[in-house]
């Protein structure tokens, strides 16, 4: 049977029950305590940590750093080496221009050449005659009668000599004339069928060419042959002053007077064809140095990315042929609001998304930032994004693997600080 309890029983178990609850309340607050706390601590680290930077995104397209190459003389382009999109190296050939008309200008500047070294070699044997002549009267003028015969005898060996180089110099001048008249032919005729699309421009230069090649021979050697008309004058000259004032002093030093005048122009004459000589060979070297400038080579490593020209063409000096960009040195061309270009800095950094590559973020800072706003590009697709005011920035790329290529659209992330308190 069940036992029931005392009243005296009661009241003591309800106080004892009381008694406990008051002591469990406390120790279930602690551990509560302690979650909220450890809450707020991770809540206040999550919000000052997000408080000090941010990402500014913005979209663009990547660009290059171009290289815009041309000729340095002008010409008929003979080939071109690459195209868009050929990687090239530094001093590669990428270009070679016709070099016919600029060799004909070197044969033009050899034959000057040649004609200006042989008048300085006349100037050259003429002052050795005079100062032979010279030194002979200086001794005739001491000699004795005597020695009239044997100056006699040696001016008519120098007439002789000297006749017979004007006689070989007049022979070379109707070779010259014979070579001039074909030339000159060949040159008229030429002139016609070029006139009439039978032969090319250059055939016709070529021949104009040797024309005047032929021209400058014939007169280089016709002043050869007038030198030596007056050598065997003065010759001839000299045979009569020795037959005729032999025995005269006075004679002989008004002859030796007019030697050293002669001398002293001829050497004047000489200097003067020393002068032209070093102005044909400079002529001549220049040529040389156009050749070479036939060649266009890449001033730098890169990629083809425009090419303005083909075989054919005639392009002045200057122009552009190619543009080559450096693969490595690529930026993105980004334009940010002008409400947001105040957190912008030069040497923020960024992070940049290709759209072939999301996932890869390509690392990136902030190279340049343009001074003046303009109005957004007009590319975009809204008429009413067109007439916002937007500042250009350039965001450089560590491109290592050439992900990133010119032409290709990008979005990038700027790593911008939050303002304190917001």
Known sequence: MAQSLSPAQEPFDSSVSSKNKRKLSPLLLIPLGLLLAGAGILTWYFLSSNSETNTLRVSGRIEGYETDIGAKVAGRIESVAVREGDEVHQNQVIVKLDDAEIQAQLMGAAARLDSTEKQQEQARLQINL???QILESQLALQQSQGDAKGRIFQAESSVASTQAQLNQALAEVQQAKSELRLAQINRDRYAKLVNQGAVTK????????????????????????DSYRKLVDSAKGQ???AQT??????????QLAGLRTQLAQTRLQLAAAQANVANAKASQQETKAKIADLNVISPIDGVVVSRSVEPGAVVTTGKTLLTVINPNTVYLRAFVPQGDIGKVRVGQKAQVFLDSAPKEPLSAKIAAIDTQASFTPEN????????KQVFGVKISIDNPDRLAKPG???DAEIMIAKERGR
């Open 202 to 225: 250059q055939q016709f230069d070529q021949a104009q060419t040797s024309f005047e090649t032929a021209l400058a021979t014939v007169n280089s050697r016709q002043a050869a042959v």
């Open 239 to 241: 045979l009569t002053q």
């Open 380 to 387: 975009i697709y809204f008429q009413q994004d067109r007439v």
């Open 130 to 132: 005079l100062s032979s």
């Open 245 to 254: 004032t032999a025995l005269n002093p006075s004679i002989r030093n008004t």
């Open 408 to 410: 290709m659209p990008a």
